[in-house]
């Protein structure tokens, strides 16, 4: 594991443990129950909901902050489905910003 990594998440647990915050230690990242985006790289905010509707809510709510959303169930703009968030094909740009056009405008 990143020392660098390491050290956020020892720290993370560490402040939640004091602030008596509860949360699940994966041993090496901590689920914590929360709406929010998560404060740290070590954290995963987890949420549970009745129906797609409120996850669909939230995703309307929180869109400008999203680049993409993982899912077989969602219809999104930006819906990615498992296992291809992390292969992006050339045509998926960084925050909807062409690269290429990017550098060649600077």
Do not use: T
Not at 7 to 20: D, P, S, V
Not at 45 to 50: C, N
Request: net charge negative.
């Amino acid at each position: 594991m990143n020392p660098k990594y390491l050290n956020n998440y020892r720290q993370r647990k560490a402040l939640r443990e004091m602030c008596g915050d509860p949360f699940f230690d994966l041993g090496f990242a901590l689920l914590i129950r929360q709406s929010e985006f998560p404060q740290a790289l070590s954290e995963v905010s987890v949420v549970e909901y009745d129906d797609l509707s409120q996850v669909a809510a939230w995703l309307r709510e929180h869109d400008a902050e999203l680049q993409c959303v993982v899912s077989d169930c969602i219809d999104h703009s930006r819906r990615v489905p498992f296992g291809r968030s992390q292969r992006p094909a050339l045509s998926d740009y960084p925050d909807a910003v062409d690269v290429m056009e990017f550098l060649y405008d600077l």
